[in-house]
């Protein structure tokens, strides 16, 4: 039976040995699945994510918005180890967060006090110009709102939108060349360019997710812009 990367079953010591090798996917994967709180698919989506995110976007305090458990960040921590500290911020911060943060420190000691997490709004969070922020499926309008306190600093912002609210996000004019959630996301990007960054057009497997756009951004005065080179992962 084929193992499907976009269920929302929960990981379970069930599945540990559909990760059985030295990869740092399976390593990872086998911490998840015993602390039997997440959904598969969030797995996968993390992985997929983090791992484009850090082949341009390196260091910098990482801030996750609307993250949930917080797999995003803690991916983006054990992948480049420049960057000093991670933020999880969501309204509400699921119980089993800190129990699969501990399990992740246990097998990654380098991370044990590197990761925080706020339950408050994204509005309420004190956000920096040398942070990197992302969100993975932040739902509908709530990408532009990370998106817009991006770009009111100029940090480096990426994220995996979903949920495309066609009422309250803007379309641009292209709804008569273009499906409404894909001119809408154009429109993002579009939006980012105009505010002085370069952006970065991605996709992770849509065998994980059918919302597979990833949008990279960053400023043209940044980091990266001055030569740090792209890793591989």
């Not at 540990?16 to 959904?39: Q, S, Y």
């Not at 458990?69 to 480049?80: P, Q, R, S």
């Amino acid at each position: 039976m084929s193992f499907d990367h976009s269920s929302k079953s929960r990981l379970t010591c069930k599945d540990l040995d559909r990760f059985p090798g030295d990869t740092l996917l399976d390593r990872i994967g086998r911490v998840v699945a015993a602390v039997e709180c997440l959904p598969r698919k969030e797995l996968f989506e993390s992985w997929e994510m983090a791992r484009r995110i850090r082949r341009r976007l390196r260091g910098g305090r990482v801030v996750d918005l609307a993250s949930g458990h917080g797999l995003l960040a803690m991916i983006l921590l054990i992948l480049d180890d420049t960057s000093p500290c991670a933020l999880a911020v969501d309204t509400r911060i699921p119980e089993n967060a800190p129990r699969l943060l501990s399990a992740i420190e246990a097998a990654w000691p380098r991370l044990v006090g590197r990761m925080q997490f706020e339950q408050r709004s994204i509005d309420e969070v004190d956000l920096r110009s040398g942070d990197l922020i992302v969100s993975a499926h932040a739902c509908g309008s709530l990408t532009d709102r990370i998106l817009d306190r991006a770009i009111s600093i100029q940090a480096r912002v990426a994220v995996l939108p979903c949920c495309h609210a066609e009422a309250r996000c803007d379309i641009g004019g292209l709804g008569g060349w273009l499906d409404n959630a894909l001119a809408i996301d154009v429109t993002r990007a579009v939006r980012l360019q105009r505010h002085g960054y370069r952006i970065h057009t991605q996709g992770i497997p849509s065998d994980i997710t059918p919302k597979n756009r990833l949008l990279l951004a960053e400023p043209h005065n940044s980091v990266r812009a001055k030569g740090v080179p792209c890793l591989r992962y």
